[in-house]
């Protein structure tokens, strides 16, 4: 149908005025008096179009994209499958409220996440809006499923900004300053960080266990949430065995194991779901970012017994699932499968990895290079120490964006740079950013 790219926006970074330009500028002037000052933007230049890798400004700057959105484009930007799918859904229709009357696309994708989502157990799915209202009705699913309340979470965690992920999230700047009280019944435990604990993860595991059985009793717990690859938190990957090991646990105590793999799944990892590289089965697993290629679109996934433990209207929401971004995300699997993103991650993931490494011989406020497939990141520290370098960061983030190339930062600490960039980058696109990050590195160091 409408397939048409838009061929207008180039393969190549290309900076041709200073950033961000003149019109982002006066636009930037217009958004100071019409948005909340609540809100704040990295990289203040206005997008007008994009494809694939590269994004294009207002002032006809050529941009490349190493965040996808944070995580979410992990198709790249304007997919002539997306596009269709989602023209033709506009078309035919945008809503009627899954509650009120059902529609076919809500019932595949849920399908789609059963199939996907690790463990062969019969399991039904619901569809929301945000990533952050996928945890919260995990949540809600948990504690009415267990009778229990209180939820484990874990040091550097990130589960969203609304009332009940706030409680969930670590760090207090800037998500949670001054918006209490917050939700009662969350304990938090530690994470296993391997770089700053040099535990195993047999031992992490012990550690965040004790703390659990001791301040919090196993029978009270309803849910254990966790990233298996930290996001916000700073690309935090646990020592091998700290999943397995609290998987048993809450299987042996009948806590609910959520594994939260908003950013982490959806190929991102080079596998549908960081928990695949472990081979653990969560009881459920939340998904947003990846799922649908930019349109708004969350699931909770889980156990059968769980998921229809709740009574009848217990679950739902004015828009969640709403036929369009079923639509994207089912074109948006589609696109995972036929383009063999899985692999292209992994490849990625080598590819950075291979070299944010040899990097690392050359400066020394690297500290620590680490992730799975194309969710890979440098932690910065003070040279010759483990302290963090927030500062190199902000840097290296402010120089990528000067040359065109976005790049994010991470960590409680904002001493992590991450990078996600969307699974169709070309070799030449990544190489050239990769250059840029390594030259902005060095100028920092
Ligand atoms: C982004 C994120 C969320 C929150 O998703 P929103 O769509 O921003 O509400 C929750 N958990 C993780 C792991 C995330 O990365």
């Given at each position: 149908?409408?397939?048409?790219?838009?061929?207008?926006?180039?393969?190549?970074?290309?900076?041709?005025?200073?950033?961000?330009?003149?019109?982002?500028?006066?636009?930037?002037?217009?958004?100071?008096?019409?948005?909340?000052?609540?809100?704040?933007?990295?990289?203040?230049?206005?997008?007008?179009?994009?494809?694939?890798?590269?994004?294009?400004?207002?002032?006809?700057?050529?941009?490349?994209?190493?965040?996808?959105?944070?995580?979410?484009?992990?198709?790249?930007?304007?997919?002539?499958?997306?596009?269709?799918?989602?023209?033709?859904?506009?078309?035919?229709?945008?809503?009627?409220?899954?509650?009120?009357?059902?529609?076919q696309g809500y019932v595949e994708v849920c399908e789609e996440l059963n199939?996907?989502?690790?463990?062969?157990?019969?399991?039904?799915?619901?569809?929301?809006?945000?990533?952050?209202?996928?945890?919260?009705?995990?949540?809600?699913?948990?504690?009415?499923?267990?009778?229990?309340?209180?939820?484990?979470?874990?040091?550097?965690?990130?589960?969203?900004?609304?009332?009940?992920?706030?409680?969930?999230?670590?760090?207090?700047?800037?998500?949670?300053?001054?918006?209490?009280?917050?939700?009662?019944?969350?304990?938090?435990?530690?994470?296993?960080?391997?770089?700053?604990?040099?535990?195993?993860?047999?031992?992490?595991?012990?550690?965040?266990?004790?703390?659990?059985?001791?301040?919090?009793?196993?029978?009270?717990?309803?849910?254990?949430?966790?990233?298996?690859?930290?996001?916000?938190?700073?690309?935090?990957?646990?020592?091998?065995?700290?999943?397995?090991?609290?998987?048993?646990?809450?299987?042996?105590?009948?806590?609910?194991?959520?594994?939260?793999?908003?950013?982490?799944?959806?190929?991102?990892?080079?596998?549908?779901?960081?928990?695949?590289?472990?081979?653990?089965?969560?009881?459920?697993?939340?998904?947003?970012?990846?799922?649908?290629?930019?349109?708004?679109?969350?699931?909770?996934?889980?156990?059968?017994?769980?998921?229809?433990?709740?009574?009848?209207?217990?679950?739902?929401?004015?828009?969640?699932?709403?036929?369009?971004?079923?639509?994207?995300?089912?074109?948006?699997?589609?696109?995972?499968?036929?383009?063999?993103?899985?692999?292209?991650?992994?490849?990625?993931?080598?590819?950075?990895?291979?070299?944010?490494?040899?990097?690392?011989?050359?400066?020394?406020?690297?500290?620590?290079?680490?992730?799975?497939?194309?969710?890979?990141?440098?932690?910065?520290?003070?040279?010759?120490?483990?302290?963090?370098?927030?500062?190199?960061?902000?840097?290296?983030?402010?120089?990528?964006?000067?040359?065109?190339?976005?790049?994010?930062?991470?960590?409680?600490?904002?001493?992590?740079?991450?990078?996600?960039?969307?699974?169709?980058?070309?070799?030449?696109?990544?190489?050239?950013?990769?250059?840029?990050?390594?030259?902005?590195?060095?100028?920092?160091?």
């Amino acid at each position: 149908m409408v397939s048409s790219i838009d061929s207008s926006v180039g393969t190549e970074r290309k900076v041709v005025t200073e950033l961000p330009g003149p019109k982002s500028r006066a636009l930037h002037e217009r958004r100071q008096a019409a948005v909340s000052a609540g809100l704040t933007t990295g990289f203040p230049i206005y997008i007008e179009r994009a494809h694939g890798a590269i994004l294009q400004d207002v002032d006809g700057n050529q941009i490349l994209d190493l965040g996808s959105g944070i995580a979410v484009v992990s198709i790249g930007h304007a997919v002539p499958e997306l596009i269709d799918a989602v023209s033709t859904q506009v078309a035919a229709f945008t809503h009627t409220c899954f509650m009120v009357t059902p529609y076919q696309g809500y019932v595949e994708v849920c399908e789609e996440l059963n199939a996907l989502t690790p463990g062969t157990h019969a399991k039904t799915s619901a569809l929301f809006n945000s990533g952050s209202e996928a945890v919260e009705n995990a949540v809600k699913i948990a504690r009415l499923a267990t009778g229990r309340q209180a939820i484990v979470v874990f040091d550097h965690a990130y589960h969203g900004r609304t009332n009940l992920t706030m409680a969930l999230t670590a760090k207090n700047m800037p998500y949670k300053d001054r918006f209490g009280p917050f939700a009662p019944e969350i304990y938090r435990v530690p994470m296993s960080y391997p770089f700053l604990d040099g535990r195993t993860g047999a031992e992490a595991a012990a550690l965040a266990i004790q703390e659990i059985e001791t301040q919090v009793g196993a029978h009270n717990v309803a849910a254990l949430l966790i990233e298996p690859v930290q996001g916000e938190g700073g690309f935090v990957v646990p020592a091998e065995g700290f999943l397995p090991a609290l998987s048993q646990w809450t299987t042996k105590h009948g806590v609910v194991f959520i594994a939260d793999e908003i950013q982490s799944g959806f190929c991102r990892t080079g596998d549908w779901f960081a928990v695949n590289h472990e081979g653990v089965i969560p009881d459920i697993v939340t998904t947003a970012k990846g799922l649908a290629g930019g349109m708004p679109l969350a699931g909770v996934t889980g156990r059968a017994e769980l998921m229809n433990a709740v009574h009848e209207g217990g679950l739902g929401g004015t828009y969640g699932g709403n036929p369009v971004a079923t639509a994207a995300a089912l074109a948006t699997i589609k696109t995972m499968r036929e383009r063999n993103l899985l692999q292209r991650a992994r490849e990625l993931g080598d590819v950075i990895t291979a070299s944010l490494r040899a990097l690392q011989e050359d400066v020394a406020i690297i500290g620590d290079v680490r992730g799975r497939g194309a969710m890979i990141a440098m932690e910065l520290v003070m040279p010759g120490t483990k302290l963090p370098n927030a500062a190199a960061a902000k840097a290296i983030v402010q120089y990528c964006n000067q040359q065109g190339v976005i790049a994010l930062s991470c960590g409680t600490a904002g001493n992590v740079i991450r990078l996600l960039p969307p699974l169709v980058i070309t070799d030449e696109q990544l190489a050239d950013g990769l250059g840029v990050l390594a030259d902005a590195t060095r100028a920092a160091s």
